[in-house]
């Protein structure tokens, strides 16, 4: 889940009454998926990502049906992403879909965005954006009012799990986390990670909601930390009064440990976040 928090607190979105709007009244379900854009799109702004706005001439959130009507209507079915976001420089494109609930997944063209995914490798990603409305008790959301917002990402990708290699405690896949730290080797954890694992941390706003995004992802750190001279301690320690298991990375170079933790599901690893630990 992703939540834009600056200074301890919610980042906070006003909405702008546009032609058609009445300051107060509930927002039409256009309005409220174009603001969720907006709002997605300023944070990631706010983090100084390299994103870009995609415009939807065309293309409207109430005009798209679904059932029989849609099936009338093919062209209705949204092709083109709201958001474009690249991971630090990464050549691959994160084609993020806004919408306010996960049903809307139906509004997407999912034929044309996996051959786009064959095509063009790209990442489609469904991003399902929740407001909060500070001037009433956070049911509705009110047009001119403001807003605290967060968003679940959900994979777009046509992905399936393999037979694990064997099935392996909470502690022991965070020591094939280490082990693949210290060998700065993929390929030891890949074969663990669900293809819905979702990768969160403190430094990124962005939430990577597959497998395949963040084995990418680690790919490149690696490649990184193997051409610089910047060792890294590994320590698996415990959470207190819990047989959780966590992961402790302390970089020298910056004087910083960070901590591992990861939620797992019949042996396989559903998410992982990394947070500075402050001993």
């Known amino acids: 889940m992703m939540r834009l928090i600056l200074n301890g607190e919610p980042y906070l979105y006003t909405h702008k009454c546009g032609d058609g709007d009445v300051k107060g009244n509930e927002m039409s379900p256009d309005t409220l998926q174009q603001f969720l854009v907006d709002t997605l799109y300023e944070s990631f702004v706010q983090c100084s990502s390299n994103v870009k706005k995609v415009g939807q001439e065309g293309w409207s959130y109430i005009g798209n049906a679904t059932g029989f009507i849609n099936s009338l209507f093919k062209s209705s079915l949204k092709k083109s992403p709201d958001i474009i976001y690249n991971m630090g420089g990464d050549d691959r494109e994160n084609w993020l879909f806004v919408m306010p ?87 030891i954890i890949g074969p663990y990670l669900d293809k819905d694992f979702h990768y969160t941390s403190d430094a990124v ?75």
């Open 101 to 187: 609930r996960k049903e809307d997944v139906s509004r997407i063209d999912i034929k044309f965005v996996n051959k786009m995914v064959a095509k063009r490798n790209i990442l489609p990603v469904l991003v399902v954006g929740d407001l909060w409305c500070f001037e009433t008790d956070g049911q509705k959301n009110l047009c001119g009012s403001t807003f605290a917002a967060k968003y679940e990402t959900i994979s777009l990708l046509n992905e399936f799990n393999p037979v694990l290699p064997q099935i392996l405690s909470q502690p022991q896949l965070i020591q094939k986390i280490a082990e693949s730290w210290q060998k700065l080797d993929v390929s």
């Open 205 to 279: 706003f962005y939430e990577m909601s597959s497998r395949h995004e963040y084995m990418d992802y680690i790919k490149a750190k690696f490649h990184h930390l193997e051409n610089h001279s910047n060792p890294i301690e590994i320590q698996i320690a415990r959470i207190q009064g819990t047989d959780t298991a966590a992961l402790l990375l302390h970089q020298s170079a910056y004087n910083q440990t960070l901590s591992i933790t990861i939620t797992t599901e019949n042996g396989r690893i559903t998410s992982m976040r990394m947070s500075e630990y402050d001993a």
